[in-house]
Nanobody, 121 residues
Framework: QVQLVESGGGLVQAGGSLRLSCAASGSIFSVNAMGWYRQAPGQQRELVARITSGGRTINYADSVKGRFTISRDNAKNTVYLQMSSLRPEGTVVYYC??????????????WGQGTLVTVSS
């Protein structure tokens, strides 16, 4: 009933920038906290950044502080991740995450399908 669709991944050289987008759609009453996670091959999925519905609380992984910026447009139910000074980490899958309250007033945890980000050296 609700889904997240990511876009913006791709290939970039180390030191470059990329902007990821994630839009929520479906039977939405409200979109609460949204965030980005990433998973490298053979590694566990880890939090990159998270933002609450009003944008007052933002959390970043220590490894991305000062380089990544998370933001959201509540009118579009969309969250963004601006990534700069990217490091040569190879291919990593970035996943969008959201806590969504449906029109049935049920709160569900939703994941996007993942978008590949490859940073070459």
């Amino acid at each position: 009933q609700v889904q997240l669709v990511e876009s913006g991944g791709g290939l970039v050289q180390a030191g470059g920038s990329l902007r990821l987008s994630c839009a929520a759609s479906g039977s939405i009453f409200s979109v609460n906290a949204m965030g980005w996670y990433r998973q490298a091959p053979g590694q566990q999925r880890e939090l990159v950044a998270r933002i609450t519905s009003g944008g007052r609380t933002i959390n970043y992984a220590d490894s991305v502080k000062g380089r990544f910026t998370i933001s959201r447009d509540n009118a579009k139910n969309t969250v963004y991740l601006q990534m700069s000074s990217l490091r040569p980490e190879g291919t990593v899958v970035y996943y969008c995450h959201a806590d969504i309250t449906t029109i049935a007033r049920v709160t569900v945890v939703v994941w996007g399908q993942g978008t590949l980000v490859t940073v070459s050296s």
